[in-house]
């Protein structure tokens, strides 16, 4: 659901509520917001939210904001990473030889590989879309991640006109795939699968770099990784080895202030930690 705080007409704030709901109740989470026009706004609407979480008897609220939000009262550091803290972005103002240079050397070499190998990048459509989620659901057993139902990535694609799927292929043979979507001048990268029988092929190196091609000539001025281990990341960080991938296309890094949680019934919320630790 949608909350939105006005001045007349105007919309000053905004927030995307994702409402998580469970026999043992609902949890809210607002990702990558609130949005907002000037700070004193944003404080009215979380203050407005916060309210009608307690109507409606809200175990927890979770806020991770896309620039500092001074939030006061009882709100701490949630200690999760839903969402990434940092990401890499690249300045697609540049010419493409000038993205290809200011990567890391191993990252226009793995380009390269792929492209001598004969791997081919086309965009996918709906067709696709249970092949990529075959790629999708081994990348996940691999790597240890959640895979979300077929039909979550099929709403993906289908649901915005500005989303895009790409399919890598050697021999005519899928090995690869990359789903992201277009925003506000923005590409951003979300979903990556790969064959892992194929990984000399170097096909996500490819699929990256057409992405980034692919968002260019839409008119995009930026290509967003999505995510990757804040500068102060620990050598072990869940996030490592995805961050190194990123790595090697440069780009800047932005970090985002850390996930912070309101607890609205602390026994309950600890009843529900509890069992997910025993059950899973």
């Excluded at 292929?169 to 990359?178: D, R, S, T, V």
């Amino acid at each position: 659901m949608i909350e939105v705080l006005q001045e007349g007409e105007t919309i000053v704030a905004s927030a995307l509520i994702v409402n998580d709901r469970s026999k043992a109740g609902e949890v809210w989470e607002i990702p990558r917001g609130p949005l907002w026009s000037d700070e004193k706004a944003a404080q009215q609407l979380v203050e407005m939210i916060v309210a009608k979480a307690r109507a409606a008897g809200v175990i927890v609220v979770y806020v991770s904001p896309s620039t500092p939000l001074p939030l006061g009262g009882t709100w701490q550091p949630s200690g999760r990473s839903i969402q990434p803290t940092a990401t890499r972005v690249i300045d697609l103002t540049q010419s493409e030889e000038e993205i290809l240079s200011q990567m890391h050397q191993k990252g226009r070499y793995n380009i390269r590989v792929a492209e001598k190998a004969g791997v081919s990048v086309r965009q996918g459509g709906e067709n696709d879309i249970s092949t990529f989620y075959q790629l999708l659901k081994g990348t996940g057993n691999r790597d240890g991640f959640t895979v979300h139902p077929e039909s979550h990535y099929r709403r993906f694609l289908t649901s915005q006109s500005s989303s895009f799927l790409l399919m890598a292929e050697h021999e005519k043979k899928p090995i690869a795939g990359l789903l992201g979507v277009i925003w506000n001048g923005t590409g951003i990268y979300y979903y990556g699968a790969s064959d892992h029988a194929a990984r000399a092929l170097m096909a996500p190196y490819l699929l990256q770099w057409q992405a980034m091609r692919h968002c260019k000539v839409a008119g995009c001025t930026s290509y967003d990784l999505l995510g990757i281990s804040p500068p102060d990341a620990k050598a072990n960080d869940s996030w490592a080895g995805i961050s190194d991938f990123k790595r090697k296309f440069g780009g800047t890094i932005q970090t985002y202030p850390k996930e912070h949680m309101l607890v609205l019934k602390p026994v309950r919320k600890l009843l529900v930690g509890l069992k997910r630790r025993i059950l899973g």
